[in-house]
């Protein structure tokens, strides 16, 4: 049998983050969970992390194609938060962010991982960014790490 792990060490990595600007107070909660576990788990050198503010989540996808398409990155971390408001508003967005994200992993064979909150309210975003539910940056983070050393194994 034949098993690929990837471990979470890729200290030569270079990460881009791309955060949300919209609902800041929480996404900054985000960023910081993203940017200790870079640093901490994956051993990541501050030079090799690169965070872009974009001023909303339906800009996420944009930039990480950009990004991705550098080929300067080995992995890409998109931060953000959307709240079910009243209109269908967060149904487009959402669904257009998420599938537009995967996207780019799926054409570019760069990892875009997910941090993006999609929540019915500003407390379970509150809980999703550091408290009861954990960090989604973090775990954003750990995705980003485990796929970079996934298809370097796969590409051996």
Known sequence: MNIIEGAFLTSNAYIAIVVSR???????????GAIETLKRVGQVKDKNI???????????????NMLANSKNYNAIVALGTIIRGSTSHFDLISSECISSLSAVSIRTMIPVTCGVLTTEN?????ERAGTKAGNKGTEAALAA???????????E
């Open 22 to 32: 919209f609902n800041y107070f929480i996404n900054e909660k985000l960023l910081s």
């Open 50 to 64: 690169t965070v872009i503010w974009v001023p909303g989540a339906y800009e996420l996808p944009l930039v990480a």
């Open 145 to 155: 790490l485990e796929m970079i050393n996934v298809l370097k194994l796969l590409n």
């Open 122 to 126: 500003v407390e379970q975003a509150i």
